[in-house]
């Protein structure tokens, strides 16, 4: 079956600009993650989606960072007036519950000039 | 101070032999603890899952240890093999959202 889609795959923008990030879970999956992994550097955990409940933004770096989920499915990570500490390779994993195995999707490599 | 600390950071071996790498963490309490591999310009994939209760876990090639009281897991590689080249990411899971180490990259040679 399909796994977890990302796109695009490789995203090149200018210093300032916003760019949106696309996360297709896995179908049934309640629980949809994003993450940062910086060159050189461990999975930074952003952001957690379960269900209908409110969103874990606990892990978000600053306002410039946000992300929705619509519907339930798919959800979009939007970086604001990015910076060049913003480069990164952002990945989306999801599961079909809270504590279950997450599935990774291939990931977004972000280049920010 | 990193919650899951994971060595050796690299780590280069002959393809055919074993390897072990480590993991210790201070996340607590937790629900589970977990091994990916990660390949080049891949997202991770899950090896094993083990929760607070269990000792071993086999996949394959790869064994994971977990001992709850010291806080310690370790994944063991026999008979590498050229594929085994990776990063490879120990995660503990703390209530919702996952701790990641930083990853021990192995290279296997032929």
């Known amino acids: 079956g399909a796994g977890v889609s990302q796109s695009p795959s490789n995203k090149v923008t200018e210093k300032g600009k916003d760019v949106e990030l696309r996360c297709d879970p896995i179908s049934g999956h309640t629980a949809l993650y994003w993450y940062r992994q910086s060159l050189g550097q461990g999975l930074e955990f952003l952001i957690y989606f379960q269900g209908n409940s409110a969103p874990d933004k606990s892990g978000l770096p600053s306002d410039r960072f946000s992300a929705e989920r619509t519907g339930g499915s798919v959800s979009t990570l939007t970086i604001q007036r990015t910076q060049q500490e913003d480069s990164a390779v952002y990945l989306c994993a999801s599961s079909p519950r809270t504590s279950g195995e997450q599935f990774f999707g291939p990931g977004t490599r972000l280049t920010v000039l | 101070k990193n919650q899951v600390e994971q060595s050796p950071q690299s780590l280069i071996i002959l393809e055919g032999k074993n390897c072990t790498l480590q993991?210790?963490?201070?996340?607590?309490?937790?629900?589970?603890l977990r091994w990916y591999k990660q390949d080049t310009g891949r997202g991770p994939v899950s090896l094993t899952i083990m929760t607070f209760s269990e000792n071993t876990k086999s996949n394959g090639r790869y064994t994971a240890t977990l001992d709850a009281d010291t806080k310690q897991s370790s994944l063991h590689i026999t008979a590498s093999q050229l594929s085994d080249s990776a990063s490879y990411i120990c995660?503990?899971?703390?209530?919702?959202?996952?701790?990641f180490g930083q990853g021990t990259t192995l290279q296997v040679k032929p």
């Open positions: 995660v503990v899971h703390d209530t919702g959202k996952l701790i």
């Open positions: 993991c210790n963490y201070t996340v607590s309490p937790f629900s589970n």
